[in-house]
């Protein structure tokens, strides 16, 4: 059954390697011992991040990411909100291609419904090594079935 889903607001994610994204991410949950119950990956520009985070949480800045737990039980349930376009401006400032940079929002995100914060530098070490792990996955799925990474 499927647990991740792509939706796109005001901007299309067009991008090789979706189902194996998706793949990872359950595989992410697993491998952080949580039941993912549904997750809702929403793919849009700039200025929409920009309302949610003036409504939600006020705040009157641009973001990549904006993750949202809906959990009432220990099976999870998030939702999570991705500026394309700010995933592009900072792939290009860190000279990296605007495929490694989603994928580190895109389990970014994940590991905060897992519980993980990065407001401190001890928590954005910990945060970036996990990312860079799923990150890692990611591609060894390309070669291997998911069944054969080990949590």
């Known amino acids: 059954m499927q ?15 979706k189902n194996k994204i998706k793949q990872t991410v359950e595989f992410l949950f697993r491998k952080e011992k949580l039941k993912l ?6 793919f849009c520009s700039d200025e929409y991040l920009l309302q949610i985070n003036n409504q939600f949480l006020n705040h009157d800045f641009y973001t990549d990411i904006i993750t ?8 999870t349930i998030g939702e999570i909100y991705i500026s394309l376009d700010r995933v592009k401006d900072n792939a290009i400032q860190r ?9 580190r929002v895109l389990f970014h995100g994940a590991l905060h419904l897992c519980g993980y914060k990065d407001k ?5 070490k910990i945060m970036r090594a996990k990312e860079n792990y ?15 990474l080990k949590g």
Do not use: C, M, Q, W
């Open 95 to 103: 000279g990296v291609f605007f495929k490694e940079e989603l994928l």
């Open 120 to 124: 401190k530098k001890t928590e954005i």
């Open 3 to 17: 647990k991740v889903y792509f939706h796109y607001a005001d901007r299309k994610l067009t991008i090789a390697g």
């Open 68 to 75: 949202f737990d809906l959990s009432e039980t220990n099976k």
């Open 37 to 42: 119950d549904k997750l809702n990956y929403v």
């Open 134 to 148: 799923y990150i890692k996955a990611f591609h060894l799925i390309k070669k291997f079935p998911v069944e054969h």
